[in-house]
């Protein structure tokens, strides 16, 4: 389906912002288009540092987790880290580990199996923590919804500590009678799990200011007030010294979850991730350093490094650790003390995510044939049923068969114990709300507006699919996805001073996506297939001035073949391909920026859709 058009328009000033922020108008409606608005917000964006991170001390139930940590610690209480198998929750762990053993703690970490165990604290974890003789369990990025096992972890007389960011579970509860202001009939009954401390920005009653942060944000600014009372160096400020503290090593790990774990880079999460990122170039984590070598990314050598490296490379081979083996893998590569063990592990993760890849590719292909020679095509919410698929890559494909389709996916497989599944979501539909409306289909389940993952019986497959359906309240425009072009402008605006400007608003990702233009009628000269697959197009294209210009197109050869032929005809494609054809037109939204080859810098354009 191809996706609708649409120009921002949204008001302000263009030429005014400009002149106060010494950028061209272009950029300041660029900005607006963010929702980023006055002047404070603006100078905030554009040159925020870490002096603009939260303090927190606003986390609800900070103060008093540092305090008992403290005495914990003094007391040589051993406290077990009990995290997650995704890359948040591993950096997580790492974060909490390594900030506890700095401050003279007893601490080890247990990362659940993914097959074994499942997803987050369960009660044999928790009875295993009370054979080992642990006092105290320290959660992060899971725990707020284990209810019964933190339950059983207090009645053993443990300590549990919960830092988790997940939404707070909770139940409708119907009122007598509606509310005479908001006219509800209903109302949320949150269910906070018994520890003795919880921190979760989500909460009823936290006043944290920005509540979209990873569970390795909570694992960071949990160790930030912790080393203060430990009276620990904070965070660097001048990363032109080379002087680097703990608490700068911890803060890239908060930044490389950020970026896996998808949170939208606005507000206080765009500061952590650009200031990480600039941290990771010159890491002194052997262990980060190893898998970036293995994966060819050499930030000390060339200065590149961004969030796609982090979100589409070195995350996935992370993630691959706990879908395919053990995450404790990933944690024992961030713990590595040398080179040589480090790069053994790197290489090994890696080579597990190459693995991955194939398997996912295999997966996709089978549930495309599924939605596509069945009723699932027909469904607002596509519940996509692959017993044989290992359930570790289930999350990859439902993203990829929600980026297919633009649907609320699931993907569910067969378990050892029934049938467990991830969902990815859509903007306009919230994952974890409209799940918890048919909750009495899982036997456990959680996440986020955007995620979540559950388990349920096979026999309630179907009859799952059909309910989410049948509440389900898109509209076809709201299935239909949208691109938001921020200017209208043709490619011959585009110049070197433009793409360095455009640099100011990385890094780019959900929340700050990359700024894109158009141009209608563009002229197309020739056309090649590039790359191992020959999925890859490079275009020469042609500007109202007679200037021609590079394009790249990354989004799939087939598909463009197919619309152009349908459009022009085979033989003004093969025209097109052999370029003594005559030129073909098409609207394009693209993204301008510059190629470096054997020493030579040049403009390129990068189309994002056509038509």
């Known amino acids: 389906m191809m996706a609708k058009w649409y120009v921002a328009a949204k008001k302000a000033d263009f030429n005014g912002i400009g002149q106060r922020f010494s950028i061209s108008p272009v950029l300041a409606r660029v900005i607006r288009n963010r929702d980023i608005e006055g002047d404070e917000a603006i100078e905030k964006y554009l040159h925020g540092t870490i002096r603009n991170l939260y303090d927190p001390a606003f986390l609800k139930g900070s103060r008093e987790a540092v305090l008992l940590l403290k005495d914990k610690i003094k007391g040589q209480m051993p406290i077990r880290v009990i995290g997650d198998y995704d890359a948040d929750g591993i950096c997580s762990s790492y974060i909490l580990k390594r900030g506890l053993e700095a401050c003279g703690a007893v601490v080890d970490t247990m990362i659940p199996h993914r097959m074994k165990d499942g997803y987050g604290l369960n ?35 443990m300590t549990v500590i919960i830092t988790d960011h997940h939404e707070i579970p909770y139940e409708e509860e119907p009122l007598a009678e509606p509310d005479p202001e908001t006219g509800e009939t209903s109302r949320r009954r949150y269910k906070i799990p ?51 503290s703990l608490l700068d ?13 998808v949170m939208p880079l606005r507000e206080e999460n765009r500061i952590l991730v650009r200031h990480g990122l600039e941290l990771m170039k010159q890491t002194q984590n052997v262990g980060l350093h190893a898998l970036m070598e293995v994966n060819q990314i050499l930030p000390w050598q060339d200065g590149k490094l961004g969030a796609f490296h982090i979100g589409f490379v070195l995350g996935p081979c992370l993630n691959a650790s706990g879908r395919l083996d053990s995450a404790q893998r990933a944690m024992e590569l961030l713990d590595s003390k040398t080179r040589e063990a480090a790069v053994a592990q790197a290489a090994f993760l890696k080579q597990l995510n190459d693995s991955r890849k194939e398997m996912t590719e295999e997966y996709v292909k089978i549930a495309v044939e599924m939605i596509e020679s069945g009723p699932l095509k027909d469904d607002r919410v596509l519940v996509v049923f692959l017993p044989d698929c290992h359930e570790s890559i289930a999350g990859i494909i439902a993203g990829r068969i929600r980026e297919r389709y633009y649907r609320p996916t699931f993907v569910l497989t067969r378990g050892e ?97 990359k700024p894109v233009f158009a141009q209608k009628d563009l002229k197309f000269v020739s056309a090649r297939a590039l790359g191992k697959a020959g999925n890859v197009l490079r275009f020469t294209v042609e500007d109202s001035e007679q200037k021609r210009w590079e394009m ?55 189309m994002q859709q056509y038509r």
């Open 417 to 513: 114990e029934g049938v467990k599944g991830s969902a990815r979501s859509i903007e306009g539909y919230h994952m974890y709300e409209e799940m918890t409306k048919c909750s009495s289909f899982f036997t456990k389940y959680g996440g986020h507006k955007m995620a979540a993952g559950l388990s349920m019986r096979e026999e309630d497959v179907e009859p799952f699919r059909q309910k989410i359906n049948e509440i389900c309240t898109l509209t076809e425009d709201d299935l239909q996805e949208k691109i938001h072009i921020d200017v209208p402008m043709p490619v011959s605006y585009v110049s070197f001073r433009l793409v360095e400007e455009l640099e100011l608003l990385e890094p780019f990702g959900t929340g700050n996506p």
């Open 249 to 261: 090593e911890l803060l890239e790990f908060a930044a490389f979850a950020t970026i896996c774990d």
């Open 194 to 244: 018994p520890a003795d401390v919880v921190i979760d920005p989500k909460q009823p009653g936290d006043t944290y200011p920005f509540q979209e942060i990873c569970g390795a944000v909570v694992a960071f600014k949990l160790m930030q007030l912790l080393f203060a009372e430990f009276g620990f160096d904070g965070i660097s400020t001048d990363l032109t010294s080379g002087k680097r």
């Open 552 to 606: 790249m197109y990354f989004g799939g050869k087939d598909n463009f073949e197919a619309y152009a032929a349908e459009k022009y005809g085979q033989t003004a494609l093969d025209g097109l391909y052999s370029g003594k054809g005559s030129p073909l037109y098409f609207d394009v939204v693209y993204y301008p920026g510059v190629n470096t080859w054997q020493g030579n810098t040049k403009l390129q354009l990068v």
């Open 123 to 157: 009660e044999h974890l928790v009875d295993e923590a009370y054979a080992d003789g642990i006092d105290t369990i320290l959660t992060c990025d899971n725990g707020i919804a284990a209810y019964a096992q933190i339950e059983q972890a207090k009645k053993y007389g």
